[in-house]
């Protein structure tokens, strides 16, 4: 019997590898600076293969790594929510059930699950763009305001594609990637 | 698609920075950032300049990879430019067309704010620009290692992201590997609309996605077979060892930064 802790350690590590390699896959690139690509993949696939909390680590991991390959800090809370805490909250995707008995993919739950996940990493960079706005807006302003401003204009637009895409690519072949093994 | 891929910005080198224990780089990190927002003059951020050139100088990092780091927030920037520029009221006007009103005070503070941000962002580059990703995970274990009394895994977590960094560039070659072969049957991975082209991942993901998580397998294996119990009392290869120069450059930087925040 295998230490099914270590298994799922290591297959939390090999999947942040994944995401990293696949942020450096460009599907397109935004004309505002952000970038269109597969990096949540792997997060969702592992949170799906093993729940929430391994989603959630995945997610924090790979944030922690994109810092680390060189992200831009402009303020100490900014850069936790950007990085770590976006993607973690990603993770919670995992809390919720999307497979039939018969351990086909509900499209539905899918659906579902990925919604409530992207939302928190949207929450979370809506709230990093509140605290930069906080900071460095002109004072008298409300932050929300801008913070939603500059996240519909950059961050949301590649949420909806990368969503879209990961939908199709999951109603291709989301049961061949999670039960591989 | 792939070539001429680093991960992260580290540039190697053995100057006296790269040289420092990567605990007392973040510290050191931390606190310059702490500074930038305590300081309120465009003195101040001349000194910081200065502060930072010095630092790119002793460490022989080339200009452009640092200046590089300021392309993604360009946008970010303009926007906080301009903000100022038009809605901060104070001052004489400077310019003025039909319902836009720019005024000195507006010019001034949007200044200010482009140049804090500027900073912060050519300083913390200067931390991942000189230290190596498996320093800086390192680091970063051993100051989350008190977190550990609440329940915070440290050790695995920095395990994990060990293992992830070491897989970074295997995954790579892999990715690589198996596009050349998809290719060679005849797959399109360049064409097409972004969903197309998606979709046309799909013969290098699956692939990817199998051979990624059968080494998370076999890797679990071979490591249960030597008895890995976890991170409590794990040894390491290469230990962080503080040195008198670690403690000489963190008391010269507490130093620079009270003079600067309180000057």
Known sequence: ?181 | MLKDITIGQYIPGDSFIHKLDARIKIIITIIMITVLFLIDSFIGFGLFLLFVIGVMVISKLPVKRVLNGLKPVFFLIIITLFLHMFLTRGGEVIWEWGFLRIEEEGLFTGLFMVGRILLLIMFTSLLTLTTSPLQLTDGIEYLLKPLARFGVPAGELAMMMTIALRFIPTLMEEAEKIMKAQKARGADFESGNIIERAKSLVPLLVPLFISAFRRADELALAMESRCYQGGTNRTRLNELELRRSDIYALIGVIIIAVLLSFR
Do not use: C
Not at chain 1, 18 to 44: A, C, D, H, Q, Y
């Open chain 1, 1 to 181: 019997m295998q230490n099914e802790k270590l298994r799922i350690m290591t297959e939390i590590a090999m999947a942040v590898a994944l995401s990293t390699v696949l942020s450096f896959l460009r599907l397109w690139r935004m004309p505002m600076g952000g970038s269109v690509n597969l990096e949540m993949l792997p997060i969702l696939f592992v949170a799906f293969r093993h729940g929430g909390p391994a989603g959630i680590v995945t997610g924090l991991l790979h944030g922690t790594v994109q810092l680390i390959a060189g992200a831009y800090v402009v303020h100490p809370a900014q850069f936790l929510l950007d990085y770590p805490i976006a993607y973690g909250l990603l993770g919670i995707a995992g809390f919720f059930p999307i497979f039939a008995k018969d351990k086909t993919i509900k499209m539905k739950n899918f659906l579902f699950a990925f919604i409530i996940g992207g939302f928190g990493r949207l929450l979370s960079h809506v709230l990093a763009g509140v605290i930069f706005f906080a900071e460095f807006a002109p004072e008298g302003q409300n932050p929300w305001v801008y913070s939603l401003i500059y996240n519909l204009s950059h961050i949301i637009p590649a949420l909806i594609i990368v969503g879209i895409v990961i939908v199709i690519l999951f109603r291709q072949s989301g049961k061949v990637l999670i039960y591989n093994n």
